[in-house]
């Protein structure tokens, strides 16, 4: 059987490395402080704020909500975005989407300072990413870098079967991979045989949302498995895209859900809020490379 890998175990170690982070940070006046604006009541939305704010509180981070009514124009929310630009005392802002469809989402993305832009999604960013520059990768799939890092796993020359195209997930997971030299695949809802290609994986990264999507006989023995995906389904339990009892008996790892790349989603959040304030005290500087 597979080792698991256990997303949360690694997420709350990852804390007390945060928390020695921000106290040092604290020692030369700064305190990192996090903006988290939630447009409307979508509960999905609100649960995942209600946990990034509690993770900030664990490790020592300012978090200051906004929350507005669906029903707040686009120019309201571009002055408060900035306001929270200019405010020294925030680092990060964090704009949960999805947004109420009369928003423009792109605007709103590039309206945020990209030193600011904890999410990474701001176009300057995503051209970072392009060209293998480390400015703020997209929490959850710099989570899965994390995680495979973790693990012990070898990425450079291996074949990497990424299932979903997403800009928040599969593509920006796609990037991250092909700069540290793997052979990667993107996979789709429009690929013709999935099986044909996911077989092929010596890591295989699902974040399609669809339970299920990947069987044991999609899956080369001792492949490594990240399971992207949340699905509730109808009996209210939640659920990756892979068949976790299945594919466990023949892939060398396994993340499962819940408990795999959701809690490193966040822990690469405070990551990002940290690194910003990192910059702001001048102790870091504006990139990394990958
Ligand atoms: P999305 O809907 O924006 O994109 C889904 C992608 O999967 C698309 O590229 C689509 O073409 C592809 N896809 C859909 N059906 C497919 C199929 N049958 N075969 C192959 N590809 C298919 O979704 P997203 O925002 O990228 O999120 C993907 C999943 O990951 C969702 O379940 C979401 O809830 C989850 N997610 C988890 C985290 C986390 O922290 N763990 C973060 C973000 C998203």
Known sequence: ?????????????MRDEQRARIEALQARGVTPGLAVVLVGE??????????????????????????????ISNEELLVLIGKLNADPNVHGILVQLPLPAHIDM????????????????????????????QIFPPCTPYGVMHLLEHSG?????RNVVVVGASNIVGKPMALMLMARDATVAICHAKTRDLGQWTILADILVVAAGVPNLIVPQMVKTGAVVIDVGINRLADGRIVGDVDFE?????????????????????????ENTIISAERTAGIRGPADEF
């Open 153 to 157: 796993i070898e990425i450079e020359g």
């Open 246 to 270: 299945g594919v466990r008996k023949k892939a060398s790892h396994i993340s499962p859900v819940p408990g795999g790349v959701g809690p490193m989603t966040i822990a690469m959040l405070l």
């Open 1 to 13: 059987g597979a080792t698991i890998i256990d997303g949360k175990a690694v997420a709350l170690k």
């Open 106 to 133: 792109a605007k709103v993305l590039e309206t945020i300072a990209p030193e600011k832009d904890v999410d990474g999604f701001h176009l300057y960013n995503v051209g970072a990413l392009v060209v293998g520059r």
């Open 42 to 71: 979508d509960p999905a939305s609100s649960i995942y704020v209600r946990r990034k704010v509690k993770a900030c509180e664990a490790v020592g981070i300012k978090s200051i909500s906004h929350r507005y009514p669906a029903t």
